[in-house]
């Protein structure tokens, strides 16, 4: 009974409350250091520790004498080493799940614009970096960027990140209600576990919501993958919906009056879709992230896809050889033409959707391309020889004119190449009449091709 007695006094509600306080600080620094350099750094100073108390239970003086002066600055050598994270730690437990980052009223409609142009572009393979900035000013990202102070619609939001848009690269940025900016340029993540395995638009997503409370859509260029940035992790979305049902939970306030219940509600929502994610990590196979798995798995595909094309690609190539071997003038006009053959697929469409029989019509269109430029070219021996020896180069030249085109025309649904730059105006040939490059004298021992081909037609 005693015993009992004096362990109650012990345990005391203030106790309880004491230790689980120091466990949630312990456990907040732990996982915010996991995985972090930070984290070698303190395993160097726990040995250096180590060693202090055991030089000074063993007595060896000097050792003793070296690190207790380290220590002495201890304080000062932690602030410098750890900055970033003592910042990182302290806005973290400057924020919580309460804090929110869009307009109860305004915010839903922003969300609807905000995954409809993500739906969108992700159907289009079009990257795409959207940060939602909460209580944690992102002031200083602004000044490298683009100020915009726009409205969120779908169709602005679609067109900053066309690739042909001076503003697509780098990340938008919503303040309160508004695109406050584009461009923005964000840290990368200082974890290796995402800053290894990612590419740099992901882990500027992942960088920028450790540092900050910021949340991050992200659109993947290579998978059409949407996937939200928050708290230093990144989960991948099944789909539109689903990043519109997660943007809710984590930016629009709870309840118009937002009272304590939906303040636990949010909490509890929150939570749960972090142990989710945790739980996920844990599980997966290889202890690959889901969005690890995926880009494999995509890049599988391409791999195959790209070794089916060249196979076909050769077959085309020599099937075209065998047919230029008939005519020895086809084949010195349109000897150049098989090399220029490159099958170009539209940004827009999506590797799984290509199926072999789409393949096998690329192939065919190519060698009836070909087909045709080798007929053009037959029709050319009718012509008048003496008018083709000054046409000749033209000629070659609109060949592999017409076979770019045919490359083009295989695949020119929605496709933008950025208009080709119009030829440079002619340079200058002279300054006060003196020649800047001597005209090259054309040497007339050289044969022309034409004429090759001609001596060759008499033998
Ligand atoms: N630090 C950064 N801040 C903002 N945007 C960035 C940053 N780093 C890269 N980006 C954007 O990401 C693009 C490059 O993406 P990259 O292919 O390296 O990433 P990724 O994670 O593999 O994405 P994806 O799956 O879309 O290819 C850049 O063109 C740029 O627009």
């Given amino acids: 009974m005693n015993y009992l007695e004096s362990i109650k006094t012990i345990i005391s509600w203030k106790a309880i409350l004491d230790i689980s306080l120091v466990a949630f600080l312990l456990y907040q620094i732990i996982s915010l250091l996991k995985g972090t350099r930070a984290a070698q750094v303190l395993i160097g100073m726990l040995v250096i520790f180590i060693t202090y108390v055991f030089s000074s239970m063993l007595q060896f003086d000097t050792l003793h004498w070296i690190i207790s002066k380290f220590y002495s ?53 079009i990257g795409a970096l959207i940060v939602f900035e909460r209580s944690v000013g992102l002031d200083k990202l602004y000044d490298h960027s683009i100020m915009l102070d726009a409205v969120v619609s779908e169709q602005l939001l679609s067109s900053i990140f066309q690739s042909f848009s001076p503003l697509h690269d780098g990340a938008v940025i919503i303040k309160k209600d508004r695109i406050n900016c584009a461009s923005a340029q964000l840290p990368l993540s200082k974890n290796p576990r995402f800053s290894k395995k990612m590419g740099t638009r992901h882990s500027a997503a992942v960088g920028i919501s450790e540092e900050t409370d910021a949340v991050v859509l992200v659109v993947s260029e290579e998978t059409g993958n949407i996937s939200i940035a928050w708290e230093g992790n990144l989960q991948r979305q099944s789909s539109s919906e689903a990043a519109r049902k997660m943007l809710s939970i984590l930016l629009l306030p709870r309840g118009q009056n937002s009272n304590i219940i939906y303040w636990i509600e949010n909490f509890v929502l929150f939570k749960y879709h972090k142990f989710i994610l945790k739980l996920k990590s844990i599980f997966s196979s290889n202890k690959i992230q889901p969005f690890d798995n995926d880009r494999r798995k995509s890049n599988d595909k391409s791999n195959s896809l790209q070794k089916k094309v060249s196979s076909l690609e050769t077959l085309a190539i020599q099937q075209a050889e065998l047919s230029m071997q008939q005519v020895e003038y086809e084949n010195k006009i349109a000897s150049n033409v098989p090399k220029n053959i490159h099958i170009r697929f539209p940004r827009s469409s999506k590797i799984k959707d290509i199926k072999s029989s789409d393949i096998q019509f690329i192939s065919s269109n ?16 009718d012509d008048d020889i003496d008018n083709l020896e000054h046409e000749e180069e033209n000629k070659n030249a609109s060949g592999k004119n017409k076979a770019l085109k045919a490359i083009a025309e295989i ?49």
Wanted: net charge neutral.
């Fill in 73 to 125: 600055s201890f304080i000062i050598v932690v602030i410098v080493l750890f900055q970033d994270d003592i910042r990182r730690l302290l806005t973290r437990f400057g924020r919580g799940p309460f804090t929110t980052g869009l307009d109860s009223v305004s915010g839903t409609n922003i969300i609807d614009e905000i995954t409809n142009a993500a739906k969108s572009l992700s159907h289009e393979r």
């Fill in 366 to 381: 190519i060698l009836n391309k070909h087909q045709s430029l080798n007929n053009d070219s037959n029709n050319l021996k």
């Fill in 411 to 459: 695949a020119p649904e929605d496709r933008f190449d950025p208009p080709i730059p119009k030829s440079p105006p002619p340079r200058d040939v002279s300054i006060g009449g003196i020649p800047l490059d001597p005209p090259i004298e054309k040497n007339k021992n050289e044969e022309t091709p034409l004429e090759k081909i001609k001596k060759d037609d008499k033998k």
